[in-house]
């Protein structure tokens, strides 16, 4: 940074979010320039107080929606993004180059290159960091879209400047929590690998019906990849033991999971095993309860391992979500 300055003094430090992999060298910052004149929204002035034990009031510009700083033939121009993913948070949009720095917004795991899918990691990102706050991310879209954008910088991840409405589009699905793509995700849980003969037999059925499907182990992989998939296809497939008079542990967490990311819109199945008192759909159900699904009418019940009789529920299962 002091190559590029070659001797300036910054005039002022734009600071969009005050989480600390974007906002923990501001100290250092103000001590190597003084003059610097920090420029946040209100509330992330009192996050600096928290964080700093300072807020800064001698050399601090607060700004709101609509506040701009004119830097002659640049005019920079804010818009509030509550909970996008934290509440201070504020998007800096540049009339010149007619660039809009996103911060979290159009972030994405992973290396910072095309060379990689974007969407793959962009969806993980958003689904699992900001998915939880759809309607604030309609609200910055809706703001968004008043502006003239030929680049976006996203805070984490590469920048965006081809195509712009294919990203744009993909936003607009993922908070408005429309499904992605149509398919089946099957997830699930085996302690002695029944379950999972269930979960493989409803997989084949239906990729004998021409249906794509999706498959998650619960016990070897992390959470987020079977959440994200649970947002992005149209129908989810629940399969897991009743353990302990409940259900297995990876199961209830990846359940609270969808919950506390407003998981919804979606059709939903349930298979079960339970060797003498199966229980888990009821249990799974119950947890879903404040998520709008719609629950297939078919149901599978396995008792330890497949028999004839819920071979059939599964082949049932698999007509029933062919059709829907």
């Known amino acids: 940074m002091e190559k590029r300055l070659n001797g300036l003094n910054p005039k002022y430090l734009i600071i969009q979010h005050m989480e600390p992999d974007h906002s923990a060298y501001i100290v250092e910052f103000i001590k190597k320039y003084p003059k610097t004149t920090l420029v946040a929204s209100q509330k992330s002035f009192n996050m600096m107080k928290n964080y700093y034990h300072n807020e800064y009031e001698s050399n601090r510009i607060i700004v709101k929606d609509g506040s701009t700083i004119n830097l002659g033939k640049r005019t920079f121009t804010f818009v509030e993004a509550p909970m996008v993913h934290w509440p201070e948070v504020i998007v800096t949009y540049d009339s010149l180059s007619k660039t809009l720095f996103s911060s979290d917004g159009f972030g994405k795991f992973g290396s910072n290159n095309f060379d990689e899918n974007w969407e793959d990691e962009a969806r993980r990102y958003f689904i699992n960091i900001v998915g939880k706050y759809g309607s604030n991310v ?164 396995i008792k330890s391992a497949l028999c004839s009789r819920s071979i059939k529920e599964i082949e049932i299962l698999a007509d029933e979500l062919s059709r829907s």
């Not at 992390?222 to 497939?237: G, T």
């Open 138 to 301: 309609q609200k910055l879209l809706k703001k968004a879209s008043t502006l003239d954008i030929k680049m976006i910088c996203p805070a984490h991840g590469p920048i965006l400047n081809d195509n712009l409405g294919h990203y744009i589009n993909l936003y607009n699905t993922w908070s408005s929590y429309e499904p992605e793509t149509k398919g089946v995700v099957i997830v699930y849980t085996s302690i002695y690998d029944h379950t999972r003969e269930a979960a493989k037999l409803l997989e084949r059925k239906l990729k004998e019906k021409g249906i794509t499907v999706v498959m998650h182990d619960l016990t070897k992989e992390h959470v987020s990849y079977a959440v994200v998939d649970a947002f992005r296809y149209s129908q989810l497939v629940l399969a897991t033991t009743t353990y302990t008079a409940t259900i297995f542990p990876s199961m209830s967490f990846f359940i609270e999971n969808l919950i506390e990311r407003n998981f919804q819109k979606r059709n939903v199945a349930f298979i079960e095993n339970g060797s003498w008192a199966p229980a888990a759909i009821k249990i799974m159900k119950k947890r879903l309860e404040k998520c709008k699904l719609k629950y297939l009418k078919q149901t599978v019940t």
